[in-house]
């Protein structure tokens, strides 16, 4: 069963960077895409942002040109470089394995805790 632990969350001033981390077990990552999703405070989760196999990003358009995902296929792991971050950054983020359909990602059903960021004004 797959299983997926995140972490490098924090508080942080709008305009600052965090990176979050996510380790990935119990799959053959390589067959997988990821993705990491948010949820912000009292609102729906959301898709940030998603990596296939081969290393190629895709982003909402929120947070484009300020985040970077990536994926290190050597240690099972998922990153997600947060730039410039925004209030609007604030929420807990979560990471995913799963594939892409021609419809788009479509996340594995196991979740993390999630990683709590805040971006303070």
């Known amino acids: 069963q797959v299983q997926v632990m995140e972490s490098g969350g924090g508080l942080v001033q709008a305009g600052g960077s965090l990176t979050l981390s996510c380790g990935v077990s119990?799959?053959?990552?390589?067959?997988?895409?990821a993705g990491w999703y948010r949820q912000p405070p009292g609102k729906q989760r959301e898709e940030v942002a998603t990596i296939g196999k081969s290393g190629t990003g895709y982003y909402a358009d929120s947070i484009k040109d300020r985040f970077v995902i990536s994926r290190d296929n050597t240690k099972n792991m998922v990153y997600l470089q947060m730039n410039n971050l925004k209030p609007e950054d604030t929420g807990v983020y979560y990471c995913?394995?799963?594939?892409?359909?021609?419809?788009?990602?479509?996340?594995?059903?196991?979740w993390g805790q999630g990683t709590q960021v805040t971006v303070s004004s």
């Open positions: 995913t394995t799963g594939i892409f359909w021609p419809t788009g990602y479509r996340p594995d059903s196991t």
């Open positions: 119990g799959t053959i990552f390589t067959d997988k895409a």
